[in-house]
């Protein structure tokens, strides 16, 4: 579904279960680790793919900018896509293998 976030409100909390990934549609935001900014989100981005995938905490907050859409995808709608779509499994492990490359050495990633 498609959720529209307000700015300065978060989309997902550090910390918190989750059980979706988002895709970004329309507008920006920014990822905070602890009260760091770590990165920025434009549409096409997406976030939470780790908590939708392996059900633990949010690894860091994500907070719009701008008025924000998302398109919301729950756990178990994303383990069926990415069974029928091997494409889209394969854009996910890029996705997590570029931010992996960002992270500096010595930077716990939990």
Known sequence: DSVEIEPGRAIVE?????EAMFVVLRGTARVVRGSRKVGAL???????ELSALDGGP????????TPVEVLRLYRHTLRKMVEQEPALAMR???GLARRLRQVKPGTPLA
């Open 92 to 94: 996910l492990l890029e």
């Open 58 to 65: 949010r690894t860091a907050s994500v907070v719009a900018d």
């Open 42 to 48: 434009i549409p096409g981005d997406f976030l939470g």
């Open 14 to 18: 550090e910390g918190q279960a989750g």
